[in-house]
């Protein structure tokens, strides 16, 4: 049976490298004289390593900023769903569903 790559396993093997920081960064590449140059792909300003290629880049960072406003919103909205749902079983509800709904809501 040949070998087949799933997105379970490229995932695991990614998340593996990142944690291990064995990601071929340009960095890396560059020391090793397998890169023509050890600044990033992306920007061409800083030098590649991993930090810069995920967190720094400006070029990443457009989709930094996009994801942490999609959480805070959802965030927001299961605020709001736990105080309307509150608002809705006053009186109905135990008390332990009430603290269960507000503990949600404040945290988001």
């Not at 050890?38 to 061409?44: A, G, R």
């Not at 909205?77 to 008390?95: D, Y």
Request: hydrophobic share 40%; proline share 2%.
């Amino acid at each position: 049976m040949p070998y087949k790559a799933t997105i379970e396993s490229t995932l695991r093997n990614f998340q593996y490298k990142y944690i291990h920081r064995i990601i071929a960064t340009n960095k890396y590449l560059f020391k090793c004289k397998l890169s023509n140059s050890s600044l990033s792909d992306f920007c061409s300003e800083n030098i590649e390593t991993i930090e810069h290629l995920f967190w720094e880049c400006k070029h990443i960072q457009p989709i930094w900023n996009q994801l942490t406003s999609f959480l805070e919103q959802q965030q927001l909205n299961n605020a709001k769903l736990c105080a309307l749902q509150l608002a809705e079983c006053r009186g109905t509800c135990s008390a332990e569903e009430a603290l269960i709904l507000m503990s949600v809501a404040v945290r988001g």
